[in-house]
């Protein structure tokens, strides 16, 4: 087993911690998983998947391993629950994110945080001709507001805010939500790292833990948009 931790190549990656609460820690991967680093423990959860799904499985394992040797838990898997979510060590908490070349998670202590939704996105991959079931109309009239030039990076920074955002409280509540069920308002426009609020659309389970508007941040970075949402305790 310790050969399998040294040969994790998942990294520390201190600008993606800085999207959250103090004391969260992030790692990342930029290259396909391997399958045979994963523990005999979480070997299991792969079923039928096809090479690519076993490698963005994989990847993510690996991520959330390196956080979790910061801990002091070295070796310790990652398996599934029930609902395909991560099942996470008893005393930390986390979120796991993975698009065309990049994989990352983030780990904290469930004494300080109660939730966590990370999610990274390849800036522009969110197409115009779908806009109209992702964004509600302030958010639609936002993105019309800026040049052309801009709409594509911009359109994806709403769409991985409000990933992050059903990252983080799912596994609060067990609640699924639609993209129009809330809605993201977008400070620091031009800048590579800001901050967002997200609001609810609708009355959510999610309300009765946290106070809504929730802020979060988010980061551009090489041709992806990392988004992050917290819920702290107290």
Known sequence: MSSRIDENPAVLSPSLAG???????????????????????????LGRAVPARAQEFAAGRLCARRLFAQFGMAGCPLKVGADRQPVWPRSLIG?????????????????????????CEVIERVKEG???????????LWLASLPQSQQGAAATLIFS????????????????????????????????????????SRKIAFAAHA??????????????????????RG
């Open 19 to 45: 999207l959250f609460p103090p004391g969260t820690l992030a790692a990342e991967l930029r290259t396909p998983g391997d399958p045979a680093l994963l523990l005999p423990e979480e070997v299991p959860f």
């Open 95 to 119: 979120s796991i994110t993975h698009t065309s070349g990049f994989c990352a998670a983030v780990v904290a202590q469930n004494s300080g945080v109660a939730a966590l939704g990370i999610d």
């Open 130 to 140: 779908i806009w109209p079931h992702i964004f509600m109309a302030v958010e639609a």
């Open 161 to 200: 805010a409000k990933e992050a955002f059903y990252k983080c409280q799912y596994p609060l509540v067990g609640e699924r939500l639609g993209f129009h069920d809330a809605r993201v308002e977008v400070f620091d426009w031009g800048s590579a790292r800001g901050t967002f609020k997200i609001e609810a």
């Open 211 to 232: 106070e809504l508007p929730l802020p979060g941040h988010y980061l551009f970075h090489d041709n992806f948009i990392t988004t992050g949402i917290a819920l702290k």
